[in-house]
């Protein structure tokens, strides 16, 4: 049993050493090793990296035209307070054995102790959802920064993982089983990103079939991939939601998610040691159940002025017109018009 206990406590070990980081850069490309200036460097990459850029009104004003609009059916039923059933719901589809957030508590604990816990922690978000106000223990997140290999560690190249509590994603969740009723109404097929009855495999098809196509026929198109850099870390919260209102979503719907960003924080943890508070200025947050939802909602507007503007691949038979195929920000673009690069 010791010999046992020591063999595993070596590989343990061996494999935090491998994620250990020694090494960061600078802005300006200097190398940093101390463990103040590196924890420094981490706060100040994310600080900037979660600050807001200036948004053009008159650019969202052409984004935002022709949009599809939310039933008015859906728009009072999204408006409706969350129930305890659908807290229920939301907590049984989690998945479990999972990293808890900074309080500890798993989603196989709130599974264990739900009929006591749920109603209060209804209660709870209810209050906080008709108020405004974030409850505490969910005002903050921890940034795992999981290093890639090698000792020298460029920021931009990472991705963080975010430790949310499990109430928090649990209250997300159940606004996002809400959210997705309605997701197939107000986005169009070509995305095909957490929109229930679609599938990656939709885009890879398509692709698939667009190239057989083309060697058959002596079709001839481009295919143009985007792919924008730190996507989900980028979408401006002022400008997110403005889009939902754009889409006729209700004030108090759109309040649901603005409570959910405010005031929130995270903390960056390099090698186990957790910097000062970053404020989340914008972005939606991996790991929150509703972040693809609303990136798929923020990207809709660019999307359909690409399809107004744009030719696309025209096909005969079957009479068909296709501008894009897309997967969260993963946008594939049919062109067959050299005007349409322009």
Known sequence: MDRGSRFFYALEKTRGAKKHVTCLFAEDGTPLTDPEEMCGRARDFYT???SPDPTDPGAC???WEELPMVSVGDRDRLELPLTLAEFSEALRRMPTNKSPGMD???VEFYCAFWDILGPDL??????SLQSGILPLSCRRAVLALLPKRGDLRDLRNWRPVSLLSTDYKIVAKAISLRLGSVMADVIHPDQTCTVPGRSIFDNLFLVRDLLELGRRDGL???LLSLDEEKAFDRVDHGYLLSTLQAFGFEPQFVSFLRVLYASAECLVR????LTEPVSFGRGVRQGCPLS?????LAIKPFLC?????MTGLVLREPELRLVLSAYADDVLLMVQDPGDLA
Not at 305 to 309: C, E, K, V
Request: proline fraction near 0%; hydrophobic fraction near 55%.
């Open 48 to 50: 900037s990296l979660f």
């Open 61 to 63: 004003r052409v984004l």
């Open 104 to 106: 500890g508590l798993t």
């Open 122 to 127: 209804v209660t709870i978000w209810a209050e």
């Open 220 to 222: 001839l198109f481009v």
């Open 270 to 273: 390099l090698n186990w040691t």
């Open 292 to 296: 693809g939802q609303l990136y798929a």
């Open 305 to 309: 002025l690409l399809r107004r503007r």
